[in-house]
């Protein structure tokens, strides 16, 4: 790693970096477009987060409350649980620990670095970790490898059984870093009784985890009021995929990365809630006067992203679907099974159910949430198995009447790579227009950003995708 990327530690960086653009909009317009001038490293990924209005100050306030809580942690006496975006951080805030989550870190140094995270990427191979691995997780590791954060206290990981390379990531760090580590395990099945049984009784000896780390007991009372803010935040969840069927689609593409950055990072918590809130105003209106989410008010395609975004610089993945008028549908990361969410349909027993009674209905609860995260819900057993990749992708193509599907993942995704040719047959064979992408997310070296934008256009142009053009209303 180079001197002069260990002058300042990642974590203080990526923060003060959304700590100010969070503030950037508190001033009057004038301002704004005066500060613009002044950071030519951030202004293209600070005007495309703002442009989305109210719902991108909160999301980054959020953040920037959120990576600030990773930094002071240790002064107010609170461990830090090193985790994936597999788990669901309820329990954490349930026994007040902080938790890190490495894939939006990388997520966030991609999006906001002009260099990338390609030092920290190459870092983890330096001691000793295979570059073969997801560098959704080595994008932020290496900082955390090469001391350049806040030292994490414990890991929770639960990714074996799903995604051999994440799980190995946090394996690593745990002998790398020598903190402990409990991991959750998931069976190749989803909806029988044995499954449901393992998921409960492994959450339970996790909370057992949890307690001889902190030294403390779980706080029912706690753990109801986040029970409920969750299922506060399942039915604000449900509403949004209810206006994603619509044509023109009234969601701004962009909000997906907000509604699964917040779920990722702030699930159970009222500043969730309020996000989830304040992007709802902004759908509802777009959906009575009959406006896509675009910045035109039109659509002329809906591509479901059916696995993970593509995060280089700047956002340009969401400007370049803006320019074109196509409405992102989701991806699996914004898909959470909560009950009553639109892509359910008649498949209850996937869903997971909130309960808020007993001390077991609230654990239950929280084990079933966890097991249903996106990549342990869809891609734990053979892709084209009962409620798995290929049948949650066909529902969920007809449910949202997409045009197109594409996938995006990481070179070290070895889970999807296995599966992703039949899997894109499969659609095609049920007249689903399907586009794989051999780049990688999180790193530009794989297959750069402009050859990924020609493959996509390529591919509408070849295949004649789309719907006819739908005009704006009054255009
Ligand atoms: S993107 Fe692939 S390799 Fe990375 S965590 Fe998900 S399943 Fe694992």
């Known amino acids: 790693m180079k001197r002069e990327t260990r002058e300042y530690n990642y974590d203080w960086s990526i923060w003060s970096i959304v700590e100010l653009a969070s503030m950037t909009c508190d001033g009057s317009r004038k301002e704004y477009e005066t500060l613009l001038k002044l950071v030519p490293n951030f202004g293209d990924a600070l005007k495309a987060i703002t442009n989305m209005g109210e719902p991108s100050i909160l999301l980054m306030k959020s953040l920037a409350k959120h990576l600030k809580s990773c930094l002071t942690a240790h002064d107010e006496g609170k461990k830090i649980a090193l985790t994936t975006f597999c788990f669901a951080p309820p329990i954490l805030y349930a026994f007040d620990v902080v938790p890190l989550v490495l894939e939006p870190m990388a997520v966030l140094g991609t999006l906001i670095l002009k260099r990338g995270t390609s030092e920290y990427l190459d870092y983890c191979c330096e001691a000793g970790f295979t570059e073969t691995s997801c560098s959704s997780q080595r994008g932020s590791l290496g900082a955390y490898l090469a001391g350049l954060c806040s030292r994490p206290d414990f890991i929770i990981c639960d990714s074996p059984g799903i995604c051999d390379t994440n799980a190995n990531s946090f394996s690593f760090a745990s002998a790398y870093l020598d903190i402990p580590f409990y991991q959750l395990n998931y069976p190749p099945t989803l909806t029988d009784s044995r499954a449901a049984g393992y998921h409960r009784q492994d959450f339970r000896d996790l909370i057992g985890f949890l307690e001889r780390q902190t030294g403390r007991k779980l706080d029912i009372d706690r753990l109801r009021e986040i029970v409920r803010e969750l299922k506060r935040q399942a039915e604000l969840m449900s509403e949004l995929t209810e206006y994603q069927r619509l044509i023109p689609c009234p969601i701004p593409g962009m909000f997906n990365l907000f509604l699964y950055s917040g779920n990722f990072l702030l699930s159970g918590t009222k500043d969730f809630t309020k996000l989830l809130h304040s992007m709802l105003r902004i759908v509802r209106a777009n959906a009575e006067a009959g406006r896509a989410g675009t910045p035109s008010g039109r659509e002329s395609y809906r591509g479901l992203f059916s696995y993970i975004d593509h995060y280089t610089t700047d956002l340009r993945f969401w400007t370049f679907l803006e320019k074109r008028d196509i409405s992102h549908l989701g991806c699996i990361l914004s898909t959470f099974w909560h009950e009553g969410a639109a892509y359910i349909g008649g498949r209850g027993d996937e869903a997971y159910v909130l309960r808020d009674e007993s001390l077991d209905d609230l654990i239950d609860s929280l084990a079933m949430q966890t097991s249903r995260m996106p990549m342990v819900k869809s891609i734990r057993g053979p892709y084209d198995a009962p409620g798995m990749w290929l049948d949650d992708t066909l529902m969920m193509t007809k449910l949202l009447k997409a045009d197109f599907v594409a996938y995006f993942g ?66």
């Not at 064979?429 to 996509?456: H, N």
């Open 410 to 475: 990481t070179i070290g995704c070895r889970n999807t790579w296995g599966m992703v040719k039949p899997y894109a047959r499969d659609l095609e064979r049920a007249g689903i227009p399907a586009l794989i992408l051999y780049s990688d997310s999180f790193d530009d070296r794989v297959q750069s950003w402009d050859a990924v934008m020609d493959k996509i256009d390529e591919f509408i142009h070849l295949r004649r995708i789309g719907a006819p053009y739908r005009p704006a209303p009054g255009s």
